[in-house]
Structures are given as structure tokens and as C-alpha cells.
């Protein structure tokens, strides 16, 4: 960190919500020259003499910048900056004329004469007690932000988040901080509990104090969701919060969740399946979500609803007179129960016609003369559910209309929607929290019909909702089971079935049928090979270490782990006219040793014992490397083809797609993980560079360690309920001004686009999405998806994973990877069960 002090000559931009601010300033040591400091400041004026602690960086555009991290406000150091200073805005009531009369009238005293004794400034002509009255509230306003920033970054606050606690808590926030720093974990998006725990322990506080343990049980339950769990019971309570505090207060914490409980700081379930009952620990929210949910079901379900069958059969019979094909009896069947029921479920596998009953149950709804609501948890879903339904469809956070100034959704039980009958598509991605403010907008009057596939991942949220509705048995479940003569013929489809049977599907290579892109098939499989951490780390060994050391005229020596009882074997490696190897004893690696030759030891583990060191020397890439130490390569492997699984993932995004099926198409990658060289953080570093590499004339942003390039896909990580963006949108950056440190995004929805413009706190909400996981996929679709399945992801590969991701593709499915890997995930049941208690609730 370098430091200078300097007096701000202007203001160049400076923006309100969070405090980015651009200035210039003239150093102290160098005052006829002007330097571009850049720092994030509540308030922030021309005149004043600041002390800057941060590093010099060069901006492509705008060039030398001093990127201020901590910011000191200093006095005055002229007579000049003190007038600039006063007069510049700071104080209201206060211009360049005034200004300049009172630092005549006071000189070196007015800073004095302001904190210690404000009535004097009577004494200057043209201030009157109305006009001292203004002047001394806008001074005091002043000094309270000044007094809170230097609070804040004595205990190593950041500027930013400086910045957002006074907008947040404004003269308050000395005060709040002090009396229990863990607040801002709650209030302040961006600080954790980790963040609020140093600033605590930093003040102070005692490790084992009462403020700490509630706060990390309160976090352990907030982070519980992140698991999909409800509740928690209280020996996962104890284990989380030793493994957070990385320290055993078992005893103490026990004391506090009884004392949290009995204070209604969370909330306790008995769950009573088993002796003696279990106490299941809550976050408020929660606990009132999930009872919220099932006393709302309960109520649907006690209501009964007057149709006509007959009629409604004659109906549906001349509908399907004048359909090309019409209702199967399973559909006819679903149609005819679902207009009946208060609340149904609509399920069914891929293919199976649930799109088809939707739409001959929107048409019969609307003979009938019901007001018709559809909607979707992401955009995605809502867009296709409007395409294929035919009508207009939205997200349920547009529909429950989200009021981002209190927190809440505007549609309720007091304010319910104007409906005959609700359809929600995409029900498996519902969590306990927007399936409670959705059942609570819907008038009891009303029908409500779930839609979803209960064989998909379950929702990123807390909860499983589709799931206990369905198991609860209370809930009448239509489910569909007939595959459609049109989507047999679909591989995608019929492999998607064969996947939920824990059948291993037998998925063609184009390596082996080049010919396959012409044919009518929608799924291939590019068997391709990724080394693992411990292969990468031996080709490095090799190719870098071993490679520096003969090239220095050095020695290697690979000692051979021989078997059990036997001596271990040594080869020589060096460099003469070409590398060679020999038989080499170890009495003979110390004789040379003692002559004075650098020799290196090199360890071969025994799984790559057969691997041929001379060629692994001479490897020009990774996939030669691999294909030397891999035995048992499928003999249509990419790697035979000098390329491995990422390289291919990259080649097949950039290239081969485009080639074969069309530059018009969507591809998406879908990846099990973030992590890995095959994980999406790697993914889309590897795309990027390829497909929209850096240009002179290209504008890019870095944030942390991400980099932005016009052009780029981008997807929302959070709602932004301000922005009205959403988890999961998906986007192209289509401008970027590194100045004001601001991006626009474009967002497609059908034939509509919206350009949403980013400010520098929303950006950190954005991320590379030329790859994405497949949880962040759910309720998509898109032309064409690669579906990375590799054993670098073995704790992720689940049948549910695997089938939700080809479920997304509209077009064309490409797996990259190895088919031990694929057959792993379909046999893979997912038995990590999300503790809910909704199921029992509605059964009871």
C-alpha cells in the first residue's frame, strides 16, 4: 500500500447510492499537478485535504489512477483550500462569497471557531442567526459521517461497506455497530458473519460471549438453506458451530439456543415420528413459511369445487375432433380431474404430453369463463411456458409484484390476486419461502394447479416443496406416464427416461459415426478425458520440474516404487544429444552426488508406474501428457486426437457448433460444479479467451478477480429486485464505462429485449455464463447444451443432476467426458435428504 496526502481540486463523479467517487487532486509535494484518484466516499468535497492509503494503477483508457482502499479527511493545509473547502458545497448556506468572508475574517481559526464555537461566525457580515441556524445543522450532519467513516475503518472497514453501513443506519451507526457488530450480517448485503465476527472480536468482545454464540447460531440455521434444510436439529446445530468457530462451546451454545428459544429468537418443531421426540430448530422465516404453506394447502383442499363433467367431457370430446392429435385417455383424464380439484399437481416425465394438457386445460378454463393466471419461478420458464401455452405468463416475483422499499411483496392476503385459477409451471423449483407468498396471494376462491417434474434437482432454496406434496399423499397428483410416439423419437427423451429407470443409455460418438450430425439424432457423447488433481500434478513433476532440471544440465533420477519386499529402482534422466534412461543404483546417485553434479529425486506413484517418462518429457500438450499416463483410453477418445475433455468443451462452443448446426443456435455448457479444470469458474475463463479473446479496441472491466469484455454472456446470481433482474437471467454485456465503473446488460425475452444498466455495487451480482451449473439451468431451455461428466466431479454426480441437465436441451445434447463417469451418475440415487417438515404438516 503506498500513501499520499493531497487537496481535492474537484469532483468528477460521484455517485449517491454508494459512494464511488472519481477526483482530482493535487499532491501536497506536487501542487501544480493533478492525479485521478479513484475511492468510495459518503461525502466528499472540493477543498478538502485528504489522506489517501491505496495503490497507483494504469487504466487503458484513462491512464495513471490511485485507487484509494482507506481515506483520511485531514485539515486544510492552506488558507485557499480552507476557503475551497468551506465554500464548495459542504455546508449548506455556505458559497464561494461567504466562504471567502470567513476565512478573512478568521484565518487558521475557522475550523476551530466551527467544532468549538459556531455562534461567532455572527461576527461575519452577511450571517444572520436564520443564516447560522442552516450552517450549523449541514456542519454537524457533516462531522457525523466524517466521525462514523473513521469509526468504521479503525476496526478495518472498508470504504465501501462504510459507505453502505451510514446509508444504512446514518447518525445511528456508532452506535448500533458498538452494541452488536453481528447486526450487519443481517442488514448489510456483502458483510457475513465472518466480516461482522473480526470487527467484533476486533472491539473486543469475549470468544465465548453470549453476542457471538447467538450469532453463529443464527447463521449456522441461515446457512442451513444454502443445504435446502428447514430446520436443523441440534447435534448438526453443535457441529456447525464448532466447525464456524473452530472451537467446542457445546455447553454454552445448548445454554443459548435454550434462551433463543424461550426469548422466540427461532422457533422449535417436535417432530414425532420417532421416541422420544426430536426438536427441530428453526429460523423464524422458515418456520412461519413452512406453516404458512401447509395450512394454506390444507384450506384448498377443503374446499370443493362445482363442475359439470358431463359437460365438460362433451367439451374435451369436441376439442379433440378438432385437434391433429388429440388427448390421449391419460390426458382427456388429467384435464377433466384438474378442473375439478381446488389443488392438483400435474406431473410427468419428458415427452410424456404435460405441455398438451396445460394447453386444452387453458381452453376449457377459458370456455368456462375463468380468469386464467400463469406463471413461472425464473424468466426462462415464463417465457417458454407463454410460447407454448399461447398466452401471456410471468414470474411469480412480477406477478406477487415485489416492493423493493419495504422488503415484501405487494400482492398478499390482503391485496390477493384477481383470479379463477393459478397455474405455476416448473413447480420443483419452488422453495418453502416463494411457495408461501405465492399461496398467500391466491384468493380462496380461486384453483390452483402445480405443474413439475419431481425427477429434476429440487430448489436452490430452502425446502422440497413438489416433492412432500406429492409424498403427503393429501394433494390429488396427476401423473402422466405415456411417452408420445413424436418424442420416442427423440433420444434426449427416451434417454431421459432411461436415465430415471437407472438404465446407462448407449449415446453414439460422432469420433466413431462422423456422419451422425446429418442424421436425426438429438444426443451425442464425445468421450474425452480430463486429468484429475493427482495426474495434473505428476505431468507438472514431469514435464515442468524434471524438464527445468536436465535443461540446467542437472540430473533426475526416477525412483520406481518396487513391490513389496524388493529395493526400489532408480532411472537416470539427463540431457545429452537426446534424453536417455538407464538403470541407476543408489550407491551410484550418491558417487555422483559427492562430485558435485545438482541431482533431484523424482517419485513415480505406483498408478503410474507403466508411464513412459521419455515421452512424457516430450510432451507438446496436455492431452499427449495424459493419454501417456491414462491406461485404458477408449479408442474413440478426444485425447487420440491431441485434445482433452475442456479443450473439447471449448472447440465444440466456439467452433464445431457453430459448423455443423447453425451460428444462430444458443449452446450453454452445463457443469455438475464451479471447481475443476471441467467447472464452470475454468470453463469460462477457457471460452472467453476463444470465442471473445481481448482486443485493443474491445472496452473490458475487471471486478476481483472476474474480467467483463463487451459481448460477453453473462448471468444474475441474485435477485435484484430493484434492477428487476433475476437469479438465474441470463444476458449479454452490450456497454461498459470503466470511468463511473458502470455496464449495461441486454436481456432477451422472446422478441423483447431490455437493457438493464449496472452500477459498480450490482455488479459483483454478475458472472460469466458461457458455462453455468446445472442447478443455475433449472427451468431453461436451450438449443443446445454440453454437459460436461467427468470423475474430477464425483461428489455431484447424481441421477437427478445428470437427467435435468439433458432435459434442458431443445435441440442437440453433447456429453463430453468418460461413460464410467455417466454410468456412476445414473446409478447415483441422491439420498441426501433436505430436513422439511411440510410433508408431515399437511398430512397431519
Known amino acids: ?118 455562534e461567532r461566525l455572527k461576527e461575519v457580515t452577511g450571517i444572520a442567526q436564520a443564516k447560522l441556524d442552516q450552517i450549523k445543522s449541514s456542519w454537524t450532519e457533516h462531522r457525523e459521517i466524517r466521525n462514523v467513516m473513521l469509526f468504521l475503518q479503525e476496526y478495518g472497514v472498508s470504504t465501501l461497506f462504510a459507505v453502505k453501513i451510514f446509508k444504512t443506519y446514518g447518525n445511528e451507526a456508532i452506535k448500533i455497530v458498538q452494541d452488536n457488530p453481528y447486526q450487519l450480517s443481517k442488514d448489510i448485503y456483502g458483510i457475513g458473519f465472518f466480516s461482522a465476527d473480526k470487527i467484533a472480536l476486533s472491539m473486543g468482545l469475549e470468544k465465548d460471549s453470549p453476542k457471538r454464540l447467538r450469532a453463529a447460531i443464527s447463521h449456522v440455521l441461515a446457512a442451513s438453506r444454502e443445504q435446502g434444510h428447514c430446520y436443523l436439529e441440534l447435534e448438526q446445530i453443535l457441529t456447525d458451530v464448532k466447525t464456524l468457530l473452530d472451537a467446542d462451546y457445546a455447553d454454552l ?43 394454506m394447502v390444507q384450506s384448498f383442499l377443503e374446499k370443493t369445487v362445482h363442475v359439470d ?75 417458454r411456458m407463454s410460447e407454448v401455452i399461447g398466452r401471456d405468463a410471468q414470474t411469480i416475483h412480477r406477478l406477487l409484484v415485489w416492493q423493493p422499499h419495504t422488503g415484501q411483496f405487494k400482492k398478499n392476503q390482503e391485496d390477493p390476486l384477481d383470479t379463477d385459477f393459478v397455474i405455476i409451471d416448473e413447480c420443483s423449483m419452488l422453495d418453502i419461502s416463494i411457495s408461501a407468498s405465492l399461496l398467500k396471494a391466491i384468493p380462496k376462491t380461486a384453483q390452483v394447479l402445480f405443474i413439475g417434474d419431481p425427477n429434476q434437482l429440487p430448489s436452490v432454496g430452502a425446502g422440497n416443496v413438489l416433492k412432500d406434496l406429492i409424498e403427503s399423499t393429501r394433494v390429488p397428483c396427476i401423473h402422466l406416464r405415456k411417452v408420445f410416439r413424436q418424442a420416442q423419437e427423440s433420444d434426449i427423451i427416451k434417454f431421459a427416461h432411461q436415465i430415471i429407470q437407472r438404465q446407462i443409455p448407449k449415446i453414439e460418438s460422432p469420433v466413431n459415426t462422423p456422419g451422425i450430425w446429418e442424421e436425426k439424432t438429438d444426443c451425442l457423447f464425445i468421450d474425452s478425458e480430463e486429468a484429475t488433481k493427482e495426474q495434473m500434478l505428476f505431468i507438472k513433476k514431469i514435464t515442468e520440474s524434471m524438464r527445468y ?78 493419454k501417456n499416463i491414462i491406461q485404458g483410453i477408449h479408442p474413440w477418445s478426444s485425447l487420440n486426437y491431441g485434445f482433452v475433455a475442456s479443450e473439447m468443451v471449448v472447440r465444440l462452443y466456439s467452433k464445431t457448433i457453430k459448423e455443423r448446426l447453425g451460428p444462430q443456435m444458443e449452446v ?106 446445472i442447478h ?23 441421477q437427478n443432476l445428470i437427467y435435468t441437465a439433458l432435459t434442458r436441451a431443445k435441440k442437440m445434447a453433447i456429453f463430453v467426458g468418460t461413460r464410467k463417469a455417466l454410468g456412476i451418475a445414473v446409478r447415483n440415487i441422491d439420498n441426501r435428504s433436505r430436513k422439511t417438515m411440510l410433508k408431515t404438516l399437511i398430512q397431519e
Open 668 to 773: 450453454q455448457i452445463l457443469s455438475p460444479m464451479t471447481v475443476g479444470s471441467m467447472g464452470t469458474r475454468n470453463l469460462n475463463l477457457l471460452v472467453q479467451n476463444t470465442f471473445n479473446p481481448q482486443d485493443t479496441n474491445k472496452a473490458q472491466m475487471q471486478f476481483g478477480e472476474r474480467i467483463f469484455r463487451l459481448g460477453d454472456r453473462v448471468i444474475q446470481r441474485r435477485n435484484n429486485y430493484d434492477l428487476e433482474v433475476f437469479n438465474g437471467d441470463i444476458g449479454r454485456l452490450s456497454a461498459i464505462d470503466n470511468q463511473t465503473m458502470t455496464l449495461e446488460v441486454t436481456y432477451q425475452s422472446g422478441p423483447l429485449t431490455r437493457q438493464v444498466h449496472y452500477e459498480k455495487q450490482d455488479i459483483i451480482d454478475l458472472d460469466l455464463a458461457y458455462a453455468i451449473t
Open 549 to 626: 532440471v536436465i535443461q540446467n544440465t542437472g540430473v533426475a533420477y526416477v525412483r520406481e516404487k518396487a513391490p513389496d519386499g524388493a529395493t526400489d529402482s532408480y532411472k537416470t534422466v539427463t540431457q545429452k544429444e537426446d534424453i536417455f534412461i538407464e538403470n541407476t543404483t543408489e550407491s551410484e546417485i550418491e558417487e555422483i552426488r559427492k562430485t558435485g553434479v545438482r541431482s533431484y529425486v523424482f517419485n513415480v506413484p505406483n498408478d503410474y508406474l507403466h508411464a513412459d517418462i521419455q515421452t512424457l518429457l516430450k510432451s507438446e500438450n496436455h492431452a499427449t501428457a495424459l
Open 309 to 383: 363433467a358431463l359437460r365438460v367431457k362433451k367439451w374435451l370430446n369436441l376439442y379433440n375432433q378438432q385437434q391433429e392429435f388429440p388427448l390421449s385417455e391419460e390426458q382427456f383424464d388429467a384435464v377433466l380431474g384438474a378442473c375439478q380439484q381446488s389443488f392438483s399437481i400435474l406431473t410427468g416425465g419428458p415427452g410424456c404430453g404435460k405441455t398438451t394438457t396445460t394447453k386444452a386445460l387453458v381452453k376449457l378454463l377459458l370456455a368456462m369463463n375463468k380468469r386464467i393466471t400463469l406463471a413461472a419461478p425464473t424468466g426462462r420458464a415464463a417465457q
Open 1 to 118: 500500500m503506498e500513501k499520499f496526502t493531497g487537496i481535492i481540486q474537484r469532483v468528477t463523479y460521484h455517485n449517491q447510492e454508494n459512494g464511488w467517487t472519481v477526483l482530482k487532486v493535487s499532491p501536497m509535494d506536487r501542487p501544480h499537478e493533478l492525479k485521478t484518484v479513484t475511492v468510495h466516499q459518503a461525502n466528499v468535497f472540493a477543498g478538502a485535504t485528504m489522506e489517501f492509503e491505496g495503490e497507483w494503477t494504469h487504466h487503458a483508457k484513462y491512464g495513471e489512477q490511485f485507487k484509494s482502499h482507506k481515506t483520511f479527511e485531514v485539515k486544510p493545509a492552506s488558507a485557499s483550500a480552507l476557503e475551497k473547502y468551506i465554500g464548495s458545497g459542504l455546508i449548506y448556506g455556505v458559497g464561494p462569497k461567504i466562504a471567502k468572508r470567513i476565512v478573512k475574517h478568521f484565518g487558521k481559526e475557522t475550523l476551530e471557531v466551527f467544532e468549538a464555537d459556531i
Open 253 to 295: 451454545v445448548v445454554t443459548n439456543i435454550h434462551l433463543m428459544e424461550a426469548e422466540n429468537d427461532l422457533k422449535v418443531r417436535l417432530k414425532t415420528d420417532k421416541k422420544p421426540d426430536i426438536k427441530c430448530y428453526y429460523s423464524k422465516s422458515l418456520y412461519y413459511d413452512e406453516l404458512h404453506t401447509a395450512e
Open 776 to 798: 443455475k439451468s433449472q427451468g431453461s431451455e436451450f438449443d443446445v447444451v454440453i454437459i460436461p461428466v467427468v470423475l474430477q466431479h464425483f461428489n455431484m454426480l447424481y
